[in-house]
């Protein structure tokens, strides 16, 4: 059983920083801190805590309204701690951190025991110039974070450029471009316009305006296309699968659409199958929302469907396949 977790949201960083270290004798709770509506966004979805500890300052802003639908999808409990100056929207109020903390560390039972295998430092890795050989296509929305660190945990420092459309809220990309970074071996980066693709390279569309896509004119490289949403969606992992169809008779393309709510990248998925791109589809129960993934699979878009944990070494055997051939 891991442990139960909790996230401090305040943009007060020395008070942020007094609480987590108050919170530190609390043995078998993760407590976790979030300074940015950035950040908080970026662990609600990867950590998924079960309690949720938010300043007054905080609650009061326009962008902690924009997480509420994912506080409610993750059923978080909310606390609000400080004076508010507005209703707090049916969230329990405490008027200082010492009560906000006695109410959550009432609640949340530490788990038993468990070995823990110590966090990974971050590798400093120069990507590869050899000939990309390959691509590696993803597509991921709700739940996507968590989904995401899993399939890419596996991959190596010279991993094939790989290419990432994550529906996220406008301003929260870079932050996860950050943590993706710091977690991972492949270095990750935010897409840019004419980027040229590198093997050991994940590259994510940061851009709310524009779609992810890569051509091979003058050797592969990003290209960041404007236009209207497409699929209810700008960036659209239609728009990256559709690119990947067409190129697919002239570079190995491997595509995942993991867990998502919507149809987003459906159409693509089956449009690179039909060009003989090899694709995987996230199975129902790995799945926070079995939306994007099951209509591929009903559409008949995707070659496997795959829990979570095998996607990653999956999409990396074919690459072990392609070397073994052409050795």
């Given amino acids: 059983m891991s442990n139960p977790v909790l996230l401090i949201a305040d943009p007060n960083i020395s008070r942020l920083t007094a609480l987590l270290r108050r919170c530190e004798d609390h043995h078998g709770v993760t407590v976790l801190g979030a300074a940015t509506p950035g950040e908080a966004y970026v662990l609600l979805e990867s950590h998924l805590p079960r309690r949720v500890a938010v300043a007054a300052e905080f609650a009061e802003s326009i962008e ?15 606390v609000i701690y400080g004076q508010m100056r507005r209703p707090a929207g049916g969230y329990p109020v405490h008027s200082s951190p010492e009560q906000m903390l006695s109410r959550l560390f ?17 590798e400093a890795v120069q990507p590869s110039t050899d000939p990309v050989g390959g691509v590696v296509l993803l597509g991921s929305s709700t739940g996507g974070i968590t989904a995401l660190e899993t399939v890419l945990g596996s991959f190596r420092s010279d991993c ?56 091979l004119r003058g050797g592969p490289k990003i290209r ?17 699968f559709t690119d990947g169809a067409a190129l697919a008779d002239r ?20 449009a690179l199958r039909r060009a003989g791109a090899h694709t995987i589809a996230q199975d129902r129960d790995s799945s926070v929302v079995w939306g994007m993934p099951r209509v591929a699979i009903e559409m008949g878009g995707a070659a496997e469907v795959l829990s979570l944990s095998r996607i990653g070494p999956a999409l990396l055997s074919r690459e072990a396949v392609r070397q073994r051939r052409l050795s």
Avoid: N, W
């Avoid at 902690?64 to 909310?78: C, S």
């Avoid at 960041?224 to 239609?238: E, K, N, T």
């Fill in 106 to 122: 009432g609640g949340l039972q530490p788990a038993r025991p468990a070995a823990s295998a110590p966090p990974r430092a971050a």
């Fill in 224 to 240: 960041l296309i404007p236009g209207a949403p497409v699929s209810g969606h700008r960036p659209s992992v239609d728009m990256l």
């Fill in 160 to 215: 094939p450029p790989t290419l990432i459309v994550q529906h996220i809220r406008p301003g929260f990309a870079d932050g996860l471009v950050r943590r993706l970074d710091q977690l991972l071996k492949p270095r990750v980066v935010a897409a840019e316009d004419g980027a040229p693709l590198r093997r050991g390279v994940v590259y994510l569309v940061a851009a709310a305006d524009r779609h992810l896509g890569f051509v």
């Fill in 251 to 270: 570079l190995d393309v491997r595509a995942a659409l993991l867990t998502g709510m919507g149809a987003d990248g459906a159409q693509g998925m089956c």
């Fill in 64 to 78: 902690f309204d924009a997480l509420a639908d994912i506080l409610t999808m993750i059923d978080a409990q909310v």
